[in-house]
C-alpha cells in the first residue's frame, strides 16, 4: 500500500480500517509503519490503537519513535510518560526535542531536574530551546526561583522575559533585588514584563 493510500485511511470510520492501520503498523518498511503511526495519531479512532502506539516506543526506527513521540504530545498520553522520559538522552537532537514537547504535555514534577540539565548543558541549541518552553510550561511553587535565576541571565530575550513572568506569578519581595537589573534589560518587552512584575510583587507585598 502506498504513503498516499496509507494516508486516505484517515477519513474512514470503519473496524476494519483499524485493523488495515494494526497491520501496516507491523510492517517490515519502517516507513509504512511510521505513516501508519501518524495515522493513528490522526484518525479520530485512533486511542482505540493506544497499545500500538505505546509498542512503537520500541521500534528499532527513530522515525517511529519520534513520531510516537508527537502523538503522546497530541493526546496527551500519560501513560506513556515512562517510555518518553529515556529519549532525553538520545543522541540524535531532533528525537530529544520531540520528547521534550511530549513531556511539557504530560508534566511531572520530578521531571525538572533531568529537563534543567539538558536546557543549561544540552550542546544543541535547539534542544537548549526546547527544554526552556517545557520548563516555562512546568513552572512551579518548588521550582520557579532556580529558573527565574537561570532565565534572567539568558542571552536569549524571550527566556529573560520568562523570568518575569515566573517572578510575577511566584515571586516576594525577596526577588526585587534579581528582578531590578531587567528593568533596564536592552529588549523593550523584558523591561515591560520586568516592570509588570516588580509593581505586581509590590502590590502583594
Given at each position: 500500500?502506498?504513503?498516499?493510500?496509507?494516508?486516505?485511511?484517515?477519513?474512514?470510520?470503519?473496524?476494519?480500517?483499524?485493523?488495515?492501520?494494526?497491520t501496516?503498523?507491523?510492517?517490515?518498511?519502517?516507513?509504512?509503519?511510521?505513516?501508519?503511526?501518524?495515522?493513528?495519531?490522526?484518525?479520530?479512532?485512533?486511542p482505540?490503537?493506544?497499545?500500538?502506539?505505546?509498542?512503537?516506543?520500541?521500534?528499532?526506527?527513530?522515525?517511529?519513535?519520534?513520531?510516537?513521540c508527537?502523538?503522546?504530545?497530541?493526546?496527551?498520553?500519560?501513560?506513556?510518560?515512562?517510555?518518553?522520559?529515556?529519549?532525553?538522552?538520545?543522541?540524535?537532537?531532533?528525537?530529544?526535542?520531540c520528547?521534550?514537547?511530549?513531556?511539557?504535555?504530560?508534566?511531572?514534577?520530578?521531571?525538572?531536574?533531568?529537563?534543567?540539565?539538558?536546557?543549561?548543558?544540552?550542546?544543541?541549541?535547539?534542544?537548549?530551546?526546547?527544554?526552556?518552553?517545557?520548563?516555562?510550561?512546568?513552572?512551579?511553587?518548588?521550582?520557579?526561583?532556580?529558573?527565574?535565576?537561570?532565565?534572567?541571565?539568558?542571552?536569549?530575550?524571550?527566556?529573560?522575559?520568562?523570568?518575569?513572568?515566573?517572578?510575577?506569578?511566584?515571586?516576594?519581595?525577596?526577588?526585587?533585588?534579581?528582578?531590578?537589573?531587567?528593568?533596564?534589560?536592552?529588549?523593550?518587552?523584558?523591561?515591560?514584563?520586568?516592570?509588570?512584575?516588580?509593581?505586581?510583587?509590590?502590590?502583594?507585598?
Amino acid at each position: 500500500m502506498s504513503h498516499e493510500a496509507i494516508r486516505s485511511l484517515v477519513s474512514r470510520d470503519d473496524d476494519e480500517v483499524l485493523n488495515e492501520l494494526r497491520t501496516l503498523a507491523a510492517s517490515s518498511d519502517a516507513f509504512v509503519r511510521r505513516t501508519a503511526i501518524e495515522i493513528i495519531g490522526q484518525h479520530k479512532r485512533g486511542p482505540e490503537l493506544r497499545t500500538i502506539v505505546v509498542a512503537a516506543f520500541s521500534d528499532p526506527s527513530d522515525y517511529v519513535r519520534r513520531t510516537a513521540c508527537g502523538i503522546v504530545e497530541h493526546w496527551k498520553l500519560a501513560e506513556a510518560h515512562d517510555l518518553v522520559l529515556p529519549f532525553l538522552r538520545a543522541p540524535e537532537a531532533s528525537t530529544r526535542e520531540c520528547a521534550l514537547r511530549a513531556l511539557a504535555n504530560i508534566w511531572h514534577e520530578a521531571d525538572f531536574h533531568s529537563i534543567f540539565n539538558l536546557y543549561r548543558r544540552d550542546p544543541e541549541i535547539g534542544v537548549r530551546k526546547e527544554a526552556a518552553w517545557t520548563l516555562r510550561r512546568g513552572a512551579a511553587a518548588s521550582n520557579w526561583r532556580l529558573l527565574f535565576d537561570a532565565f534572567s541571565r539568558d542571552e536569549l530575550p524571550r527566556h529573560r522575559l520568562w523570568a518575569c513572568e515566573i517572578a510575577e506569578t511566584f515571586g516576594d519581595p525577596d526577588v526585587l533585588p534579581a528582578l531590578t537589573p531587567l528593568l533596564n534589560d536592552g529588549d523593550g518587552h523584558v523591561r515591560k514584563s520586568a516592570a509588570h512584575a516588580h509593581q505586581a510583587i509590590g502590590a502583594r507585598s
